[in-house]
């Protein structure tokens, strides 16, 4: 077989357009191929990274989650033991409605777990979810029907939405105390505080935010949630709203005021460096001012710039592997 | 029993009314069952037609846009001092100097532009012009550069594509309204875009590079084009039909003609159906692992997108040809057995071309499905951000990384710029047009075999 | 072997059941039937002679209008079956056929049960009020095409696993099962035994009490023996028509003569 | 030479044979074909492929024994304290056959010399510098080793290379002496001929069973990992379907099997019937114009791809749905878009012409003479059609609907879109649901961790999916042997 | 009409071409031919009579592996060509159908042309060395076949476009192009006008002079004419076989002279 000369690059198609436009560039720029960078999820990606060390294997893999324990085991069982962690920047997770429909501007994590939640406390006993309008959420908001559209189980933003929005929800309203009162012990609690209604107020995107668009699109009273990037590319079709009364912008995510948010990776197998042609190169590109600052094109485009990036460039330029870094 | 006058005789109605130009009520009532029955069957026709019109209709609709793009043509300077310092034209020196270093060559050329044809800008910096042009402009003029160092130190024509907004502008897809929260760009952009308008160095034309180009990143739809991934798909179909027609047939004749009827065949005739009903997404895990990881294949290689569309598209062939091999009289069989043919040359020679309409309608449907197919490339390695070079020859162009049309599409169809639609669409009319070109010869063959006997 | 005809005696003057008016058949460019007339009448057994290729089965065809299937073929002139004209617009084909039923040249079972085959057209037509009726046209129809007793035991055996002669009798069977006014039999022995060939006779001779017969043949000696009128038809002109008796022994046209002499094919 | 040009002048050899064949079996019949066994077209094939068949086996096996036995000794030549295990052997090996590329490109290009590019050393070279200016790109600079093992690699390629070449032609030139040998008029060559054909035919079908076992091999591993890691009852008779990435998922398969089955069901009612009425109207009714422009123009239905109909269901037929079905409507039996009949309804409409056009063709096949039997007993076109024609088009028809079902089964967009992904056991039509293949493709190009059931359960779903078509593919099979009707 | 049987005096004691023992047949669980013996003879006529049914066509079949084709039969017993036993596994069931060649009882052209449908046997025998060569065995074939006067205008018109007669003669016509050493007929002449049925009588005659020619027949006087020994089939047994003139004018068995004489059928 020939030998492989472009960087092969698979994982998470929320890092996919970041890496598709560094990829673009460093075609552009450098003498080296330009990247070849697939999507398919940051599961099946990073599946792929751990299958061994070799040029039928990828060099990098992107992912939208930091890699998992039993991942990290499982790639060294295949002898991927050398894993370089590059965090880029971060995914802002917005709510947004149509531009024209009722005016949902101001949302709280209590107002998403009260619509949204499969069983609440009232009175102390636990029922199954009776709220039919924002309204009767929080009378501060459009007494509209609840219909969202949220990310289906296949997406990690579904996991930062559970973590970030619902438990917190659940936290603030005290429904956590009520679960774990009603006998309830810890996990079950902090089960039924992500468990979603399904009495079809709440409806799964297993697509992609795209779907959620176009569902938005002919649902006025639909709320889904977005990413920053999405959003912003879309501004003349969707309205956003504050959460916990502070809009998302690259800024205010940045500094961590906004409070839904996820951090995004690749991971270099280490192995591959100095073997395949202009891996290196491309790590280090991707990471560097010129795209993954704040004024880049990367940012430009919707990533939260990570504030220590200074950290992660010289985290590429040493080739610091997991375990000695970290 | 010679008696004729019997039971039957006795039937509920007059058995045969005395006119024949007056229908009993017996024939009436079939006669409507026949109209409806034929009724039923153009209106099934007309259905699936209707739904075809409707559908087409959609994609043209929403696809034609992505056929014009807007561009702006204006002088660029290329000044030496800092495209080539040392003024000595080395490629590798040249090369040195990135497309961020070409950007402001851009903004420079556009503010003077809008100097030279009395337009005032409303804009402070010059940074902001930049958003006017697409970001893939510093590129193609670098590029530029880099075929012809002569011009260095020149004042050359220009022409750009404009940014997506822009076009979106130019053709109605972007208001004064709808850009009120964008960041991208302002209603102060479009005055000037209607007045370089006005200038005439903005135009809309026909946008070649959307049938013949490459895929573009997320921040470009506007230089996207469908063309290499077009590419892709053609060396994919090129193996699909170069293999899954040849051992379909084969498949086929064996299994129908040949095999001994024993649970061994039974066996492989359950198999084959069954691997029809196997979801696409599985034959990509397989592809994964018998031509990735155990064949050590090329990843993203069209070659192996072939291959695995082949063991998807196998089966409609084998499936649609045994049907029809199976529909082929017996009788023509004994013909040909009866003069001496071995039963191989009775075959070839007679009911494989009495079977080849069916054999033509599995190939038809067939492809389109292979063609149309984007999950299991997704697992070989062809849906994402690859097809930015057309490949350089023949063998590249198994072997080379590609995309295909429908994971093109896909792809664009999932992107966050409003402008990637029209385009996703766009690919869908160019998807169909190439399949009506591949199923053209099918069809005139299809036509020329058909006949009763 | 066989005593020479007999039937003509007890002719008389019989009704025109059909009656052809200058009838061109084309077959793509080619003119298979040229101008023929002829008058068929009822309670009569027609016999239609003539060489290989003359026109028999296509003019016998559109009597039923069963040349509609063919795309290439085209039909002029007139025919009327009790006065009417069958090829005007407003008449149904299928009411026509279900009273001009056919026999075909070549023995065409559906690949159904021996029974399904006969019950389709009672069924069709409605002529059975229930099972045990239909069982019994079965039956009847099965006796009087001479087959009931090879096939009773397997009623339920598809009708293609027969021999070639039984296929043959199952389609004749099929055929009277509804009761059609006129038959029209194309070469219905061809593939019978003697005996079978005499059952089958007995059977037309015993359908001419009420219905009309045209059968095609190649048996001069059959055609003496069952027809009361006979056609000769060569090279697509209907060449003579008149009493069977007087065609074979007294034939007006030298080519009539030829051809029962054998000297003309 | 390269292996191409080694296969060409096997094929070149062969059509000499192939001549050559011809000439000698015309000879040994005394000019007359007459008195051969077979045509001299088989002599002629029964040479070349003499010729081909064995040298080409021989070729294959080679090309791919050779780099794996060459990898090996190469292998050897690298210290052992270069690599901790294969996988970076792997990688070393990739560098070395790069440069071993890149010196025989160079050597091609006359950037180097023969001898050169066996002799110099990474000491007074700088090899990647000098493969750079050819357009050989390599990841790092060359060492010692790498360079050494790359010309050793090239001499022992260079000579198999050669051992291969002569042992190619050496096979092909034998199996054209011995089969011009044998060739004679009594020689019976198109038995030979016929059997090289048989094999052939046989290795194609059997090549179902190698993506058969192939399928299970590469689903089976994962499904047992799946099943270590969550309760097989649970997966098999759970009722609930949440996966959740926080683990205490709930992967019951029922409500995606009901899913699968509810949709695939709506989508066979509304293919099969207009399906097969549109086969009827074309082959029977229209005329040879209107069915030559309505036929290919129905197949463009299965060629649109699958997210059109996916947005079409969502934008459109959905909305459409719902203001009949839903609150609007005054039913309220629909709550959303997506539902069972949405997805249903539009991947009927994608099934179209799977039943039309392959049912057209078997029912064009039925022989006319059934036609006329039919209708020469008095039936109408429709009955004929009903009662004759269709049932001896049967096992044809039969084959396109399971086509169809197969396709429906396999189909993902369509669902994703027009369905919704919710998992739920509903007798309502109107309610989201999702299938099992839908279900494959998220869990697998999802985010979760990629050893975690949520993402094995892809496979688990896979395997189980293909063990229940297997079972309905068996008994179509029986249902279609019971019912056969052959026409003659 | 026609004259009594006449050949059998030419015939002396002939060398046997095909001998069949005991051989038995089945249809999935009917057993259709029992126990048959019977020895062909080379240059003869033989001829199988017995009634619609007997088991005459599917005894043919076997006699060139035609039956192989049709699951569910099963052929027991020996058969030897040449004293070489046809079911041997060595045997080419090709090289044995081009020696034993076939009519079969239904016409079955091949929807091509009718030239090809005569060429295709000599081509895939390599009997033709070039065009020309192929053009005058085809007319020669047609003419033998006694029906190129009605083609000769139309050789590239589709077979199936013929009249049933026709149909049945370009089989025969095909059959013989290859010159097979056996021709095995199934009833060749029951679609055919007196004159036709002469003209391949004829043929069959001169076949006579160089090849072994079965014919099945449901006509005693064909049988008559053209043969020279006769095999009685009936209910699957072989009742009598004997020289034609002695089964016609003195049977031995009583079954026999029933179906001669007309009395079962
Ligand atoms: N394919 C078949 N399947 C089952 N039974 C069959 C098949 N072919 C023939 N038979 C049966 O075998 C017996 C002998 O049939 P055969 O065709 O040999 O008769 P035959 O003597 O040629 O009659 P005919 O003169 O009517 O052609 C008959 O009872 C017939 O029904
Ligand atoms: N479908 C057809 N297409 C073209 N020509 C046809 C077709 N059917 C019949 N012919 C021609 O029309 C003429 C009359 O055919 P027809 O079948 O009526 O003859 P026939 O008298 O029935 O002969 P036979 O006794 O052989 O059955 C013949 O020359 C025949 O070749
Ligand atoms: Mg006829
Ligand atoms: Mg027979």
């Keep these: ?230 959003y912003e590319n879309n501004t003349d079709k969707l309205k956003v709203a504050t959460m916990g009364g502070v809009a998302p912008s690259t800024e205010t995510i940045a500094s961590g005021e906004y409070p839904v948010s996820r951090p995004l990776f690749f991971y270099v197998k280490k192995a591959h460096i100095g073997v395949i042609p202009g891996l290196k190169e491309f790590a280090e590109f991707f990471v560097s001012d010129d795209m993954a600052g704040p004024d880049g094109p990367l940012s430009e485009y919707g990533l939260v710039s990570d504030p220590e990036l200074a950290e992660t460039q010289a985290v590429v330029a040493d080739e610091n592997t997991m375990g000695s870094s970290m | 029993m010679t008696d004729a006058t019997n039971p039957a005789g006795a039937a509920p109605a007059p058995k045969h009314p005395s006119s024949l130009l007056a229908a009993d009520v017996r024939t009436k009532r079939r006669n409507a069952a026949e109209a409806r029955f034929k009724a039923y069957g153009l209106a099934a026709v007309g259905i699936g037609l209707i739904f075809l019109v409707a559908l087409l209709f959609a994609i043209i609709r929403n696809g034609t846009p992505a056929f014009t793009q807007t561009f702006l043509t204006i002088p660029v300077e290329l000044p030496e001092a800092k495209l080539d310092k040392n003024g000595n034209r080395d490629p590798a020196d040249l090369s040195k100097v990135t497309t961020f270093g070409y950007a402001p060559l851009i903004e420079v050329a556009v503010a003077r532009a809008l100097e030279e044809n009395g337009i005032d800008s409303p804009f402070e910096k010059q940074k902001d012009l930049r958003n006017l042009v697409s970001a893939s402009a510093p590129a193609q ?244 951000f690859i097809a930015s070079n057309a490949p350089d020859g023949i063998a590249s162009g198994f072997l080379a990384p590609n995309s295909a049309m429908p994971a093109q599409i896909y792809e664009w169809a999932k992107r966050a710029d409003p402008a990637y639609y029209e385009r996703a669409w766009g690919g869908i009319i160019i998807l169909l047009l190439f399949l009506m070109t591949m199923n053209i010869i099918a069809i005139i063959l299809r036509r020329r075999f058909e006949r009763r006997w | 072997m066989y005593d020479s005809p007999n039937s003509e005696a007890k002719i008389g003057q019989k009704a025109i059941k059909i009656s052809a008016n200058k009838v061109q058949v084309y077959y793509g460019d080619t003119h298979a039937i040229k101008d023929v007339d002829v008058q068929i009448e009822d309670k009569t057994v027609t016999a239609f002679i003539g060489p290989s290729g003359c026109g028999k089965s296509t003019f016998l065809r559109c009597l039923n209008r069963m040349n509609d299937t063919i795309d290439i073929c085209r039909v002029e002139g007139e025919i009327l079956l009790d006065g009417e004209d069958i090829y005007d617009k407003r008449v149904d084909p299928v009411q026509l056929r279900a009273k001009v039923g056919m026999v075909f040249q070549k023995p065409n079972p559906f690949p159904k049960s021996i029974y399904d085959n006969i019950a389709y057209g009672p069924r069709i037509h409605g002529l059975a009020r229930s099972k045990a009726d239909l069982d019994d046209i079965v039956e009847k129809s099965l006796r009087r095409g001479a087959i009931w007793n090879e096939v009773k035991d397997r009623l339920h055996a598809p009708g293609t696993g027969l021999s070639g002669g039984q296929q043959q009798r199952l389609c004749i069977a099929r055929a009277i099962a509804t009761e059609p006014e006129v038959l029209l039999m194309d070469e219905p022995c061809s593939a019978l035994d003697p005996i079978a060939t005499g059952q089958v006779e007995e059977l037309i001779d015993e359908l001419r009490e009420n219905f009309s017969v045209v059968i095609v043949t190649h048996s001069m000696q059959q055609a003496a023996r069952v027809s009361q009128k006979t056609a000769f038809f060569h090279l697509g002109n209907l060449v003579e028509y008149g009493m069977t008796g007087q065609i074979f022994t007294n034939p007006n046209d030298p080519r009539t003569e030829s051809y029962i002499t054998g000297r003309i094919g | 030479m390269s292996a191409s040009l080694i296969f060409l002048i096997v094929v070149a050899l062969a059509a000499v044979g192939f001549v050559l064949g011809r000439g000698r079996a015309m000879a040994s019949a005394g000019g007359d074909i007459r008195n051969l066994h077979s045509l001299p077209s088989y002599y002629a094939f029964n040479v070349a492929l003499s010729a081909l068949v064995p040298a080409l086996i021989l070729l294959v096996v080679w090309l791919i024994a050779q780099p794996a036995l060459i990898e090996n000794r190469v292998q050897s030549m690298i210290p052992q304290d270069r690599y901790a295990d294969r996988g970076e052997l792997s990688l070393i090996m990739s560098d070395v056959r790069r440069v071993a590329d890149g010196l025989d490109l160079a050597v091609e290009r006359d950037a180097l010399t023969r001898e050169e590019a066996s002799s110099i050393r990474t000491e007074f070279t700088d090899v990647r510098s000098r493969l750079a200016d050819i357009g050989v790109a390599l990841g790092s600079d060359v060492d010692r080793t790498t360079l ?27 199996g054209l002496g011995l089969s011009l040998w044998k060739t004679n008029h009594e020689f019976r060559a198109r038995n030979s001929v016929e059997k090289v054909v048989m094999a052939l035919l046989i290795g194609a079908a059997s090549l179902a069973i190698l993506t058969t076992v192939g399928i299970v091999l590469s689903l089976i591993f994962n499904t047992v990992e799946f099943f270590k890691l969550y309760p097989a009852m649970d997966f098999f008779f759970g009722t609930t379907w949440s996966p959740s990435f926080g683990g ?151 084959g396109a609907v399971l086509l169809a079902a197969s396709r429906a089964i396999g189909e993902t967009m369509i669902v994703v879109l027009g369905a919704g992904a919710a998992a739920r056991l509903s007798l309502n039509p109107f309610d989201a649901m999702t299938t099992v293949t839908a279900k494959i493709v998220s869990q697998l190009t999802g985010d979760a961790d990629f050893a975690s059931p949520e993402a094995l359960v892809a496979f688990a779903l896979g395997m189980t999916l293909f063990v229940i078509t297997l079972a309905l593919n068996v008994f179509a099979l029986w249902i279609v042997r019971t019912y056969r009707e052959q026409y003659e």
């Excluded at chain 1, 947004?96 to 998403?112: H, I, K, V």
């Excluded at chain 2, 590079?209 to 490459?214: V, Y």
């Excluded at chain 2, 009495?354 to 292979?370: K, N, R």
Aim: proline content about 5%; some cysteine; hydrophobic content about 50%.
């Design chain 2, 141 to 384: 003029l670098r590029d530029y550069v880099l075929q012809h160092p002569d011009d260095i130190g020149k004042t050359i024509e220009f022409r750009m594509l404009a940014s997506s907004r822009v076009d979106g502008y130019l053709k109605g897809r972007v208001t004064r309204d709808s850009l009120a929260r964008d960041k991208n760009l302002d209603a102060e952009h479009l005055d000037l875009v209607d007045q370089l308008q006005a200038a005439g160095l903005i135009k809309k034309q026909f946008n070649w590079a959307f049938i013949f180009g490459a895929d573009a990143s997320e921040s470009r739809p506007e230089q996207a084009g469908i063309g290499v991934a077009m590419i892709g798909s053609f060396f994919m179909m090129l193996v699909v039909l170069a293999l899954s027609l040849p051992i379909g047939v084969a498949a086929s004749i064996y299994l129908e003609e040949f095999a001994p009827k024993n649970r061994w065949t039974d066996l492989i005739e359950v198999n084959i159906s069954n691997l029809a009903a196997v979801p696409s997404i599985v034959f990509g895990i397989l592809g994964l692992a018998v031509f990735i990881q155990f064949m050590h294949f090329p990843q993203s290689a069209p070659l192996v997108g072939g291959l695995v569309l082949t063991l998807m598209t196998l089966p409609t062939i084998i499936i649609s040809t045994r049907a029809s091999l199976k529909a082929v009289p017996p009788s023509i069989r004994d013909a040909a057995l009866g003069v001496g043919a071995s039963k191989m040359q009775a075959v070839f020679h007679h009911v494989l071309p009495l079977a080849m309409p069916g054999i033509l309608t599995g190939t038809i449907i067939g492809l389109a499905q292979a063609l149309g197919e984007t999950a299991p490339l997704l697992l070989i390695g062809m849906v994402g």
């Design chain 1, 1 to 230: 077989a020939a030998a492989r000369d472009q960087v092969q690059v698979a994982g998470s198609s929320t890092v996919l357009p970041y890496a598709s436009i560094v990829a673009e560039a460093f075609g552009e720029n450098f003498d080296f191929p330009t990247p070849v960078v697939e999507s398919g999820g940051s599961s099946a990606g990073l599946k792929r990274f751990c299958e061994g060390v070799g040029e039928n294997t990828i060099d990098i893999a992107n992912a939208s989650r930091q890699i998992r324990e039993k991942e990290i085991k499982a790639c060294a069982d295949n002898g991927v033991s050398d894993i370089i962690e590059v965090r880029i920047g971060y995914d802002g997770i917005v709510f947004a409605s149509q531009l024209n429909g009722p005016e949902f501007t101001a949302f709280e994590p209590s107002d998403w777990f009260k619509a949204l939640a499969a069983k609440v406390v009232v009175d102390g006993k636990v029922v199954d979810n009776p709220n039919m309008t924002w309204a009767d959420v929080n009378p501060d908001l459009p007494a509209q029907e609840i219909i969202t559209f949220i990310p289906g189980t296949k997406h990690g933003t579904r996991e930062v939405f559970e973590e970030k929005v619902l438990k917190q929800g659940c936290e603030d309203t005290g429904a956590m105390q009520g679960f774990l009162d009603s006998g309830m012990d810890e996990d079950a609690a902090e089960h039924a505080c992500m468990a979603v209604r399904t009495d079809g107020k709440s409806v799964d995107i297993d697509g992609d935010y795209t779907e959620t668009l176009a569902r938005i699109d002919s649902n006025a009273n639909g709320v889904g949630v977005f990413g920053l990037a999405f």
């Design chain 4, 248 to 398: 205490g998922s709930e992967l019951g398969i029922l409500p995606l099997f009901w899913g699968t089955f509810y949709i695939s069901l709506i989508a066979l009612a509304v293919a099969v019937p207009i399906g097969l009425f549109a086969a009827v109207y074309l082959s029977e009714y229209a005329s040879p114009y209107v069915r030559g422009f309505a036929k290919p123009l129905l197949e463009v239905l299965a060629g649109i791809p699958t997210i059109v109909y996916g947005l079409f269901a969502l934008l459109t037929v959905g909305p459409l749905l719902v203001s009949v079905f839903g609150e609007q409507g005054g039913l309220g039996w629909m709550q959303g878009g997506t539902a069972v009949m949405t997805a249903g309804l539009v991947m009927g409409i994608m099934l179209i012409p799977f039943v039309s056009s392959l049912s057209d063709d078997i029912i064009n096949s039925v022989p006319q003479s059934m036609r006329d039997g039919s209708l020469g007993l008095g039936a109408t076109k429709s009955e004929t059609i009903r009662q004759v024609v269709l049932p001896a088009a049967l096992p044809g028809i039969v």
């Design chain 4, 148 to 174: 050494t093992a790359a010309q050793r690699y090239r001499a022992l390629n260079a000579t198999g290379n050669a051992i291969r070449n002569a042992l190619v032609i050496l096979a092909a030139l034998a």
